[in-house]
């Protein structure tokens, strides 16, 4: 028997089972990545860079263990800094406070009066320099004893080398410290009352001397004999 046909809308094709599948639209390929053009651009300062193994490692949110313990050191030295200044400017007030306070104080008590012709200021400045001298041998004796140590210990080298670094930062420090305090001492003297203060300087410089061969000599003398 035949089939009936079955009425199609015009326009309309049947679909073929064999028919080849339609293509999907061509992929966009990725757009080519340009580097940024540095030719005017602002250079980033020297001390705003992170040297690492002779490269330059990218800033991140956390610092490495390097950055910290070299921040750590940083902000070591500026406290330490911060302290040997505020302590030579403390020492200083502590200078002009006893002139003031002493030039005051006998103007206040007529009684009391100096057994030497200086003023209040040669007295700070020779008691300064006293305090100074001590200091000064009794640091060289520490660092003798410390160096004698490191040169008879196990790494004397390394000890040594220390030491030595020691050594000159302490003598450096010192003589800085002690620059500044008695320079401050000696300029708050009147200038007429320098060579009087220089004498009376020298003069008790000689009796200590010959205080001290005195004392020397009776220690090493010989007992006396029964």
Known sequence: MEQPEIPQEPGTNPPAEDAAPVPGP?????PKIELPDTRNVIPIPEQYRLPFMGKMATPTAVPSAAQRQFNLDRLQKRRRRRGFLTGLLVGQLLIIGLDLGGDLYLKTHPNVTLRVDLPVSSIV?????AGAAVMILAVGLIYGGMGLRGLFGKKPVVATGRGIKRILLTVLTLGVTMGVILGTAWFM?????????T???KDRGRDAVE?????VKRWWAPAPKP
């Open 26 to 30: 061509a992929p966009v390929p990725p």
């Open 125 to 129: 400045f020779l008691g300064m320099a």
């Open 189 to 197: 003297i009147p200038h007429p009352k320098w060579t009087a203060t």
């Open 199 to 201: 004498e009376y300087a």
């Open 211 to 215: 205080a001290s061969k005195g004392t």
